[in-house]
């Protein structure tokens, strides 16, 4: 079992920042894919950003140039750097892992851990 436990959500203008951290215990954090997925009201879930266990970085076109994820695996935490963000970044954040047995993947339905989730709406 991995736990995750998101942090770092809140209330912004456009064009500004914030980041989240994802916090993992339970089991080694090096052996799992981890991604950012968000999810705004009404709407399916939504592939952000990934960090595949061979240290491969992926991102949502729609964020790519303004957001940066990375990973410390010596603290078993993940970030989510957001600038420039826009209003229609607005969404619930949420962190995800996999195990590396398996394949990358961008595809919410192959996770297997999430977190809670952090709310982050960003005013125009």
């Known amino acids: 079992q991995v736990q995750l436990v998101e942090s770092g959500g809140g209330l912004v203008q456009a064009g500004g920042s914030l980041r989240l951290s994802c916090a993992a215990s339970g089991r080694t954090f090096s052996n799992y894919h981890m991604a950012w997925f968000r999810q705004a009201p009404g709407t399916e879930r939504q592939f952000v950003a990934a960090s595949f266990s061979d240290s491969t970085l992926v991102y949502a076109d729609s964020v790519k140039g303004r957001f940066n994820m990375s990973r410390d695996n010596a603290k078993n935490t993940q970030y989510l750097q957001m600038n420039s963000l826009k209003p229609e970044d607005t969404a619930v954040y949420y962190c995800?892992?996999?195990?590396?047995?398996?394949?990358?993947?961008?595809?919410?339905?192959?996770?297997?851990?999430w977190g809670q989730g952090t709310q982050v709406t960003v005013s125009s």
């Open positions: 995800a892992a996999l195990s590396n047995r398996y394949r990358s993947t961008k595809d919410p339905r192959d996770y297997d851990y």
